[in-house]
């Protein structure tokens, strides 16, 4: 199964059912036919955004709507060794900084955010191309 649609069934299982646990979210997946274990599943939380409140696990609210607003990356590169700038549309740089901050990636420091331009601080060169996956793959629309 592909990570898109594992993240979906995620998503699904989340949104349909009260999920108290990793461990809970993953017994449903196996019943669903999803393979997976428990750190693509941490993986696959952190990525989705999707983190407990009350106990509970709740998708975040831009994936609480039937459709889902998506952020255009225009451009992703790292520069230096603790910069990585990203390009957008006019006027979504900081509703994606937002998301970004929100992913609590462990080789994230933070972001800077302008109009169309976001400024991505990472800890050190190893973690410039993790953090450009990571953020990738979070406003991938397919």
């Known amino acids: 199964m592909k990570k898109k649609d594992r993240q979906a069934k995620i998503m699904e299982v989340i949104r349909t059912e009260r999920i108290t646990s ?41 994936n609480r709507a039937s459709s889902v607003a998506l952020i255009e990356v225009l451009s992703i590169e790292p520069v230096g060794e603790n910069l990585v700038v990203m390009k957008t549309p006019v006027g979504q740089a900081q509703l994606a900084g937002v998301h970004i901050d929100r992913m609590k990636l462990p ?3 933070g972001t800077v955010a302008g109009d169309d331009t976001i400024f991505i601080a990472v800890r050190d060169r190893a973690g410039q191309q993790r953090v450009v996956r990571q953020v990738l793959a979070l406003f991938q629309s397919e």
């Open 22 to 62: 990793q461990h809970q979210l993953l017994e449903r997946l196996q019943l669903l036919g999803v393979e997976a274990n428990q750190s693509s599943i941490s993986r696959d939380l952190t990525e989705l955004m999707i983190e407990k409140a009350d106990g509970v696990y709740q998708l975040p609210i831009r």
């Open 107 to 109: 080789d994230l420091v």
